[in-house]
């Protein structure tokens, strides 16, 4: 089975630009969270969602959003690219909702210069 | 909200030897879950373990939910254990909280 992928692998924007990520779970996998890294720290979690809801939010402003589209997959968008915003962002995916092991994709590095 | 500290932050290994990982948390978790992060970012699966022991290889896992800790074992330590190892604990709706991680540099 193919793992979690995600594309662009890395990315150069600047500052107060826009950026779309996106993310493809494992075949059968209905959740999908998206989870930010800066260096030197361990990934913060940014949304996760279930068929197609947003059923969790962690403390980022409104700049982040996603969304989960009908085959499963999801994109994360930032606007107002701020130079903080530089990171490894990582989606995970799992079967279900609750009490399910998360599997991550390999990332995809965003610089903001 | 949840906090997870992970001990030591550093450690270096001479090849062969054994280490042990702590992962101490703030609050009673649904699950908990080891990584290993290799230098190009990729998160690995190492252990998804609630409570009890399980091995792997040469890496085992504990942890005692009652205590609120969990301990990885790296027994004969080799170059390819290099890395950050992260420990996160699940809360809410399948959320991750992580710890910063502990940097593992094995020299031969």
């Known amino acids: 089975d193919t793992g979690v992928t995600q594309s662009p692998t890395h990315l150069i924007k600047t500052r107060g630009q826009q950026v779309t990520l996106r993310c493809s779970p494992i075949?059968?996998?209905?959740?999908v969270s998206w989870y930010q890294q800066v260096l030197g720290q361990g990934p913060q979690f940014i949304f996760q969602?279930?068929?197609?809801?947003?059923?969790g939010r962690g403390n980022f402003p409104d700049r982040f959003s996603a969304r989960q589209f009908p085959n499963y997959s999801s994109e994360l968008n930032v606007n107002a690219l701020l130079l903080g915003d530089s990171a490894l962002y990582l989606c995970?995916?799992?079967?279900?909702?609750?009490?399910?092991?998360?599997?991550f994709g390999d990332g995809t590095r965003l610089s903001i210069l | 909200g949840i906090q997870v500290e992970q001990s030591p932050p550093d450690l270096i290994l001479q090849e062969g030897a054994n280490s042990t990982l702590r992962c101490n948390f703030s609050?009673?978790?649904?699950?908990l879950q080891w990584f290993h992060q290799n230098p190009w970012g990729q998160l690995i699966n190492l252990f998804y373990?609630?409570?009890g022991t399980k091995q792997n290889g040469r890496l085992s896992a504990t942890t005692v939910a009652t205590e609120r800790y969990s301990l990885l074992y790296i027994s004969s330590s080799q170059t390819t254990d290099s890395g950050v190892y992260f420990c996160?604990?699940?809360?809410?709706?399948?959320?991750?909280?992580f710890g910063k991680g502990n940097q593992v540099v094995v020299i031969p």
């Open positions: 373990i609630p409570s």
């Open positions: 969602y279930y068929e197609k809801e947003e059923r």
């Open positions: 996160a604990v699940y809360y809410g709706n399948n959320r991750l909280a």
């Open positions: 995970a995916s799992s079967l279900g909702q609750i009490n399910q092991p998360q599997h």
């Open positions: 075949s059968g996998h209905k959740s």
């Open positions: 609050d009673s978790v649904n699950n």
